[in-house]
């Protein structure tokens, strides 16, 4: 049994020494420190598997943290965005009704001076429908007879003759433009009184211009010219502008001029316009037999 004991204690002698070993040299490595730092190598070891293990994690850690702050900064700009956008659109709508505010300012203001300056009493209207088809140039405005206004009275705006009344009703009227087809009023190039160019104006419901016949070829006429109502026909008073030429084929001695004339009332953009109060004045039976437009 003794002999059996030492013996197994020499099989475990070397193992023992090399446990020991071992053991010292972990006790040496843990003690032994850098000559220039005088820090632990096991430390600088440790720091630096730590180094390596950390480095990736962080980075990983790191791109995800940064693409959940790119999206949090993306909505973010986003939501910007979209208030931004609306508050341009705010600004746009402002700026428009300021805009609009200004026009109609602009539009009062010139149907105010022209009942200042008129030499007829005018009555202010406003357009509340037009009539879509091209065959009929004719609104419909909020006065009627209760307003005092009659059939045949004349209708301007700040640049010119706009037309005439051609239906009344109790607090409506209908207006037909100058522009409407086989429409006529007497007319005159040049101021009444002044000039010898003397025509009927009509309508043509094309391209929005005006025709002007029967001008003798011997009378000179230019492009540029102005053409006024010279009263003739009974219903328009003297004076008012009709438009401006702006197209003229030379006549003869035996054949009339071809003029074409641009209206000088806003007829595309009309909003307001002015009714005149007038009533032509009454004709002896010399003056009822001469031709004129209004008669068919």
Excluded at 20 to 46: C, H, K, P, Y
Excluded at 198 to 205: D, E, P
Aim: charged share 20%; aromatic share 6%.
């Amino acid at each position: 049994m003794v002999e059996r004991s030492q013996k197994d204690v020499w099989r475990l002698t070397p193992w023992l020494m090399i446990a020991l070993l071992l053991v010292n040299f972990v006790l040496m490595a843990f003690d032994a420190r850098e000559i220039t730092s005088g820090q632990r190598v096991v430390r600088s070891w440790t720091q630096t598997v730590a180094d390596f293990v950390q480095s990736p994690v962080t980075s990983v850690t790191s791109s995800i943290a940064n693409y959940f702050t790119d999206i949090a900064n993306l909505r973010s700009a986003k939501s910007d965005n979209d208030i931004l956008k609306q508050r341009v659109q705010e600004l746009e709508v402002e700026a428009k009704q300021k805009e609009d505010l200004a026009t109609e300012n602009a539009r009062l203001k010139s149907m105010l001076q022209l009942k200042e300056t008129s030499k007829y009493k005018v009555l202010t209207a406003r357009i509340i429908g037009r009539d879509p088809s091209v065959w009929f140039d004719s609104s419909i405005v909020n006065r009627g007879l209760l307003d005092g206004v009659a059939i045949n009275m004349p209708v301007v705006d700040d640049g010119g003759l706009i037309g005439r009344v051609t239906a009344v009703g109790p607090l409506t009227c209908q207006i037909d433009l100058i522009t409407k087809n086989k429409s006529g009023l007497g007319a005159v190039i040049g101021l009444v009184g002044e000039s010898n160019a003397l025509g009927v104006v009509m309508g043509t419901s094309k391209s929005g211009l005006l025709q002007m016949r029967y001008v003798p070829g011997t009378v000179e006429v230019k492009v540029g010219q102005s053409v006024f109502t010279t009263g003739q026909d009974g219903i328009y008073p003297p004076g008012l502008k009709v438009g401006v030429i702006v197209s003229v084929v030379t006549g003869s001695a035996t054949t009339t001029h071809q003029i074409e004339i641009q209206p000088a009332s806003k007829l595309n953009s009309m909003q307001e316009v002015g009714i005149l109060l007038y009533e032509p004045p009454m004709r002896d039976s010399f003056d009822q037999k001469l031709p004129n437009a209004g008669k068919k």
